[in-house]
């Protein structure tokens, strides 16, 4: 059955690195999305990214994230400058179609600033 | 604004025990989708259900059943019979027109706790 994989698993990196998180969505998914998840709390939209462009990014998406689909099968997440809270689980989604269609998530990076 | 509230921050139960985690949703919109997933431990996030708001049938799947309420704006999950592996935190989640569905609007989770 066709899944969302994102690598790593686990990033660990030190404040005010960049970092890039990486997601392969479903191979016939056109949308995709990027949520985050602070530890014991709940899962937040960031961003989400349509035909090469976002289509829309909550507040807390701020000009030190930014996402790319470099290839065709890739879609990454990039932290500019990461700090302490930035850490959390990092989940990447595709859905097939527009519309509330199933997202089917990815298992998540956690990324973990020190 | 949208809004997504799950009162119940953790429930424990012994198998067998019939369980309902409570979802209560606000929304302008008129047509929205209400979606449940859950999230054992080891962390992914896994679907379960999703509804529209015109479609107030309940739906039952197993051992999983879903009452869609609009006048409370409700949509509640029951497990019967649970069991251990029903232990994990289960979202519900809303999507709106207004956001063209771009979005899900989580709730704080429920964190379901089975013991043997």
Redesign the interface.
């Known amino acids: 059955e066709p899944e969302v994989t994102q690598t790593p698993s686990h990033q660990v990196t030190q404040m005010g690195q960049e970092v890039i998180l990486r997601c392969v969505p479903i191979s016939n998914h056109l949308y995709f999305y990027w949520y985050r998840q602070i530890l014991g709390q709940k899962v937040e939209f960031l961003v989400s990214f349509y035909n090469n462009e976002i289509s829309e990014k909550s507040e807390i998406f701020d000009d030190q994230f930014s996402v790319e689909r470099p290839d065709g099968s890739n879609f990454t997440l990039k932290i500019r400058s990461t700090k302490l809270e930035d850490s959390a689980m990092y989940f990447c989604a595709s859905s097939e179609l527009a519309g509330p269609n199933e997202q089917f998530f990815g298992p998540g990076t956690r990324l973990t600033v020190l | 604004a949208q809004k997504v509230t799950q009162a119940q921050t953790e429930i424990s139960v012994v198998e067998k025990e019939d369980v309902t985690l409570d979802c209560v949703y606000e929304t302008r919109d008129t047509t929205?989708?209400l979606?449940w997933?859950k999230q054992p431990p080891?962390?992914?996030?896994?679907?379960l259900i999703?509804r529209?708001s015109f479609d107030e049938q309940n739906e039952i799947s197993g051992r999983y059943s879903w009452n869609f309420q609009k006048s409370t704006s409700s949509f509640n999950f029951t497990i019967t019979a649970s069991q251990v592996v029903d232990s994990a935190v289960y979202?519900c989640?809303l999507?709106e027109t207004m956001?063209?569905?771009?979005?899900?609007?989580?709730?704080?989770?429920t964190r379901l706790l089975v013991s043997p």
């Open positions: 929205y989708y979606f997933y080891s962390g992914e996030l896994v679907f999703r529209n979202f989640a999507s956001t063209g569905f771009q979005k899900l609007v989580f709730g704080t989770g």
